[in-house]
Nanobody, 121 residues
Framework: QVQLVESGGGLVQPGGHLRLSCAGSGRIGSINTMGWYRQAPGKQREWVASCTSGGCTTYVDSVKGRFTISRDSDKNTVYLQMNSLKPEDTAVYYC???????????????WGQGTQVTVSS
């Protein structure tokens, strides 16, 4: 019914930068919240940043000042600009969205397949 597809991951050196994208498609009526999570090997999935109706302003403390989340509502797309990357940022990054389906009042949580970000020298 709904697909979220991430792109933009890769291998970068410490201090480098990447921009992740997540495009929604399918039976999308409207998107309430949209954001990013990440999961490092051996660790639980961690919330990173989110866009809500109030804007794109919330981040986990460890990425504040380095990451910027933004959203293009017309394209059902959310971005994560990652600067000053650290080895600790290495993880699979997942897009998440709270979506209302077309022709329906139902809402649900949807996840992308993940994109690998590796920060290493």
């Amino acid at each position: 019914q709904v697909q979220l597809v991430e792109s933009g991951g890769g291998l970068v050196q410490p201090g480098g930068h990447l921009r992740l994208s997540c495009a929604g498609s399918g039976r999308i009526g409207s998107i309430n919240t949209m954001g990013w999570y990440r999961q490092a090997p051996g660790k639980q999935r961690e919330w990173v940043a989110s866009c809500t109706s109030g804007g794109c302003t919330t981040y986990v403390d460890s990425v504040k000042g380095r990451f910027t989340i933004s959203r293009d509502s017309d394209k059902n797309t959310v971005y994560l600009q990652m600067n000053s990357l650290k080895p600790e940022d290495t993880a699979v990054y997942y897009c998440h969205a709270d979506i209302r389906l077309r022709f329906s009042n139902l809402r649900g949580d949807y996840w992308g397949q993940g994109t690998q970000v590796t920060v290493s020298s």
